[in-house]
């Protein structure tokens, strides 16, 4: 389980750095995703987050 948290920890921030680092920068500089795409990205996202209080606090 211990193995199992460690990967969803690396996972879940890593995403989220991706989600949090998205900004338009000028006209030169375009960061392009369909919309499923950055709905999918959202999602994985944030089940990620719920595995991880689940398996951070099992017993609530």
């Known amino acids: 389980a ?9 996972l879940h921030l890593r995403i989220r750095g991706l ?3 998205v900004k338009a920068k000028g006209k030169s500089e ?3 995703l369909e919309q499923r795409q950055w ?3 959202i999602d994985i996202e944030d ?3 719920g595995y ?3 398996i951070g ?3 609530e």
């Open 47 to 49: 089940r990620l987050a």
């Open 30 to 32: 375009r960061i392009t």
């Open 52 to 54: 991880l209080r689940t």
């Open 57 to 59: 606090e099992p017993g």
């Open 19 to 21: 989600v949090q680092s």
């Open 2 to 10: 211990a193995q199992l948290a460690e990967l969803l920890q690396y």
């Open 39 to 41: 709905q999918n990205l």
